[in-house]
């Protein structure tokens, strides 16, 4: 009886592992981004949605695995990946590269198998582009890491919409270009409030190498980059007048988030604007691609 | 939308982008001052102009997709003229 109870445990534990090496919290954002843009381009079947949405799960898991093999070492010096499954000796390196790439496999069959080859070939560039671009060559050598390596992120647009609409214009351009410009301020916003842990592990953040008012600069310069991208996809017809306004709206209160961190002498001040706009920025990206559809369906 | 106020918009926008990329321009210099020890000057200038050199294409893609009759001097001289 309690050898049975154990075993169910110890699957239990196993189940959470392998779960949380895909990082689902994070990838829910990314399926929002990946789904959206589908109902932007067209009229998707609900199976071709299912399909992209396990596929484009799978995927992101993939590289979130791949990605914690690949900082194994650093993971075990900062407080918040601490606790991840190798660190915490609670799976072997090997054990969790393997799932990294049975999971990109995985969605590779699924997408280009139920979906379209384009569709899986972009899927899988954003893979390969977090794991080698961002992880293995940026991640540790430049302040800009995340600048060039948010578009790795940015890739599930384009493979929501090359589902639907089996090509990539300049429509599914600009989806790519709204995440990879949302980016810097985003992460940066962490990075300002996490500069210790970045510090421990060696990894050149913009706050640790370029100090905090420059990276300030840089988020509010990024996040009036962002803003003014998010404004033409409407001056060629792919939205109209609700979408501006949201978009206007929405980009208003960012940017009103960011100049607050950047106007803000005390430390305690800035710190919880910067927390402010991390969380912010999130909610930002999601109501934004949940206007593009509404607008699209109006 | 109208012509006139997605040219307007246009207008905006791309305005509220160069001067954005100016000053991302200029604080990479300025942070590249400040230290960064392991980075290699050429390749972060490279990151950061990179994205800007790809806007400007952009840019000029979605300007023609919005005038989808005018020549490629047009489009030009018709941002200039935008812009100005």
């Known amino acids: 009886m309690n050898e049975a109870v154990a075993s169910t445990a110890a699957s239990r534990t196993l189940a959470s592992d392998l779960l949380s090496l895909t990082k689902p919290r994070i990838i829910s954002l990314l399926l929002v981004t990946t789904i959206a843009p589908m109902f932007v381009a067209g009229t998707p079947s609900w199976l071709a949605v299912l399909w992209v949405a396990v596929g484009g799960y799978l995927m992101a898991g993939g590289a979130n695995a791949v990605n914690m ?3 194994r070492d650093i993971d075990d010096v900062m407080a918040r990946t601490r606790l ?3 660190p915490s000796g609670r799976m072997t390196p090997r ?5 990294g790439i049975a999971l990109a496999t995985a969605a590779t069959y699924l997408l280009a198998h ?4 384009l569709t899986a070939a972009l899927a899988l560039g954003g893979f390969y582009f977090y794991v080698f671009v961002y992880t293995r060559w940026l991640k540790r050598r430049s302040p800009q890491n995340i600048v060039i390596g948010g578009a790795a992120g940015a890739f599930p647009p384009l493979v929501g919409w090359a589902a639907v609409t089996g090509r990539v214009d300049l429509a599914s351009l600009y989806l790519f270009l709204i995440i990879f410009y949302w980016t810097p301020p985003h992460f940066w916003a962490l990075a300002l409030n996490k500069q210790a842990d970045y510090g421990r592990a060696g990894v050149p953040m913009a706050p640790l190498v370029w100090g905090e008012r420059e990276t300030m600069d840089q988020m509010l310069w990024y996040s009036v980059l962002l803003v003014a991208i998010t404004l033409l996809p409407a001056c060629f017809g792919v939205f109209g007048l609700p979408y501006v306004v949201a978009a206007c709206v929405l980009g208003a209160l960012l940017l009103r988030g960011v100049w607050r961190v950047r106007a803000s002498r005390e430390h305690h001040a800035w710190v919880r604007h910067a927390w402010w706009v991390y969380g912010y920025s999130l909610l930002y990206l999601a109501l934004l691609f949940v206007a593009m559809v509404v607008d699209r369906h109006l | 939308m109208s012509t006139s ?15 954005a990329q100016y000053f991302i321009l200029r604080s990479t210099r300025r942070g590249m001052a400040f230290g960064g020890r392991r980075a290699a000057p050429l390749l972060e200038w490279m990151y950061a102009i990179v994205p800007a050199l790809a806007l400007v294409v952009v ?8 005038h989808p009759t005018g020549s490629s001097a047009g489009v030009t001289s018709s941002i200039v003229r935008t812009l100005s």
């Open chain 2, 59 to 66: 840019l000029a893609w979605t300007w023609r997709t919005m």
């Open chain 1, 114 to 117: 139920f979906v379209n080859l």
């Open chain 1, 69 to 71: 093999y690949l900082d």
């Open chain 1, 84 to 86: 991840r499954p190798i």
């Open chain 2, 5 to 19: 106020i997605t040219d307007a918009m246009f207008a905006v926008a791309a305005t509220a982008i160069v001067v």
């Open chain 1, 95 to 99: 054990a969790v590269i393997a799932f």
